[in-house]
């Protein structure tokens, strides 16, 4: 039996990878829906996403398994952002007019000036970039970053840019799109192939969570259980075999004994329900390791639309809330007819003041800034819904490295547990990244060489 803990899209790809091959699988899952992060929410005939989610991916076999999947009805959605910058509203990525005439002339000149200081200064001086604020800096100049990076990246992680890995870059993230728009705005840098800055991505009728009820109903029917509303309570193991899992539902407290295992759990929590616990160091290194949370809060209007937005990015400080997107900008089927919602994304520590805020509060604070902003009014609101989501960010701050190869060498001793997904290897992976890492899990355990993955094994069709 293969044991698969978590059932977001890591989990359930690498689930679907091995029902595909006739091994028999259990998946794990503490919610009672599948999804993970890539959930969508149903809440009164509306629905919406943890944070509206884009399906974008350049690994050809993952789109044809997600367009099979679908069964090739999904839309094809035109981005449309802005972001709000000054005070005003610039498009998003920014154009080069647009991005001139919103800063002033005499703005510009300094955005150019500190770009060729920085230029000069890494010919005459060559140095490495350790933390954001350097590998920005470094490549862009003082002022662009000041301008359109610090807030931004500071309210996404809440710490300051000098802490902040400059991995976080290199592994493709929102703020880094942020910046692409800002270079390809003044430095006609193409965005063609950059991911994030695609114009167009896929997007399920019913929400991104449709992909993963698709893989689920897969692995349903090839007879394998997903076990929703089950919380991993303990992995016991001996000179580094896993031997078995207790999990939870409810009062009943079960163990399933499996071959393989599978993690995509948050990385920090796996060494947690490790039996016996993995040695002090190894513990002390996983201390060090922090994630992003997020409270997401949806208003439902009464109201034909409010923008005709994908997303619309609000780095200013005065205003706590970090994006808002519609959801039925991106498929009509996401709110009853003749209303539609917005939603609200916060930043946020577990524990801090706006995790612990009443739903009520919450609600009211992005009412009235959404309301400044000129976005709903107080009566078209019918109603509200708040979702707490822990670990959506793994941090990457200067020092996690040293922790992280610390914790990786433990666990790359045993045998037969492998780790998967986004806060299973703790690392900034999209949905594309989450489910390849899914899958080559699974492909690890069907003992695929590199030489016969060239071949391939067909997946739906797709060579894997
Ligand atoms: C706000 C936001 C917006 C995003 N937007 C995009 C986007 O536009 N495009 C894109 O490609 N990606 C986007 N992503 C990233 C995407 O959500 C992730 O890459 C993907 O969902 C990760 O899947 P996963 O399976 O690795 O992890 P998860 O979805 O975190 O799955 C892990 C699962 O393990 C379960 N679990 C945890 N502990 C236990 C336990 N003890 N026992 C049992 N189960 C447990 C969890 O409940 C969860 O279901 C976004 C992420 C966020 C937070």
Not at 33 to 48: K, M, S, W
Not at 100 to 121: A, H, N, Q
Not at 296 to 303: Q, Y
Not at 305 to 332: A, C, F, Q
């Amino acid at each position: 039996m293969k044991i698969i803990l978590g059932a977001g899209l890591a989990g359930l790809s690498a689930g679907y990878a091995l029902a595909n091959e006739d091994r028999r699988v259990v998946i794990v899952e503490k919610n009672p829906a599948v999804g993970g992060l890539a959930e969508t929410i149903h809440y009164r005939g509306f629905r919406f996403d943890l944070g509206g989610h884009r399906f974008i991916t350049k690994d050809r076999c993952i789109e044809a398994l997600v367009k099979d999947l679908l069964d090739h009805e999904f839309l094809d959605v035109a981005r449309k952002s802005s972001i709000r910058l000054l005070n005003k509203y610039f498009d998003y990525p920014l154009k080069p007019v647009n991005a001139l005439f919103g800063v002033g002339f005499s703005t510009t000149l300094r955005i150019i000036r500190d770009y060729l200081k920085e230029r000069v200064r890494d010919t005459v001086s060559p140095r490495d970039a350790v933390s954001l604020e350097e590998w920005v800096v470094k490549r862009f100049g003082r002022k662009m970053f000041d301008l359109y990076f610090r807030q931004y990246s500071e309210k996404v992680w809440g710490i300051d840019c000098r802490s902040i890995s400059q991995e976080w870059v290199a592994q493709r993230i929102e703020g880094l799109s942020l910046w692409e728009a800002v270079k390809n705005a003044f430095f006609k840098f193409s965005g063609r192939n950059i991911d994030t800055l695609a114009d167009r991505f896929i997007y399920p009728q019913m929400g991104i969570g449709e992909i993963s009820e698709r893989l689920r109903d897969y692995i349903v029917f090839r007879e394998n259980p997903v076990l929703t509303g089950t919380r991993v309570l303990k992995i016991r193991h001996e000179d580094f075999m896993v031997r078995d899992v207790t999990v939870q539902s409810g009062e009943d407290v079960d163990e399933i004994e499996g071959s393989d295992f599978i993690s995509t759990i948050p990385l920090t929590a796996l060494l947690q329900v490790l039996d016996p616990l993995p040695p002090d160091e190894v513990l002390d290194a996983a201390s060090h390791l922090h994630f992003r949370d997020l409270v997401i809060v949806t208003l439902l209007l009464d109201r034909e639309r409010v923008t005709d937005l994908t997303w619309l990015y609000l780095p200013e400080k005065h205003i706590p809330v970090g994006r808002v997107h519609e959801p039925k900008n991106w498929s009509p089927r996401m709110a009853p007819e003749g209303k539609t919602s917005i939603v609200a994304e916060y930043f946020c520590f577990r524990g801090d003041r706006i995790w612990n805020s009443g739903d009520e509060e919450l609600t009211g604070v992005t009412l009235r800034h959404l309301t400044n902003l000129g976005l709903v009014q107080m009566c078209d609101l019918i109603d509200s819904s708040v979702v707490r989501v822990a670990k959506a960010y793994p941090l990457l701050d200067v020092e996690y490295r040293r922790h992280y190869e610390k914790v990786l060498g433990y666990l790359n001793e045993f045998r037969n547990l492998r780790i998967a997904g986004r806060g299973g290897t703790f690392q900034y992976l999209n949905m594309d990244h989450a489910m390849r890492s899914g899958i080559n899990a699974a492909e690890k355990i069907l003992h695929i060489s590199p030489h016969e993955k060239e071949t391939g094994i067909s997946l739906q069709g797709c060579k894997i």
